[in-house]
């Protein structure tokens, strides 16, 4: 297998490495190996995929401010009749 030396890496950098590493139970190797597979072998996304994930998410915020909205108002309404 090949192998790569790689020079000058910033401490932040490496200590976040070391970190990650650390938390994922792998060798300093190991770890930049499965960031190297992560970044190079990301799968493409479909402009349509995007476009379904994007009115997914607006679907679930306009629910979530609607909901938000309603009790609210119903909160106001029990402090107003009493």
Do not use: G, W
Not at 30 to 40: G, M, Y
């Amino acid at each position: 297998m090949p192998s790569i030396t790689v020079k000058n890496i910033p401490d932040s950098i490496y200590n976040k490495l070391k970190k990650k590493a650390k938390a994922q139970h792998r060798s300093m190797n190991s770890e930049i190996i499965a960031c190297l597979e992560q970044t190079v072998e990301r799968k493409r996304v479909s402009p349509d995929e995007i476009l379904r994930q994007a009115r997914m998410m607006r679907k679930k915020s306009k629910e979530a401010f609607l909901l938000k909205r309603s009790k609210m108002l119903l909160t106001k309404a029990d402090h107003d009749c009493c």
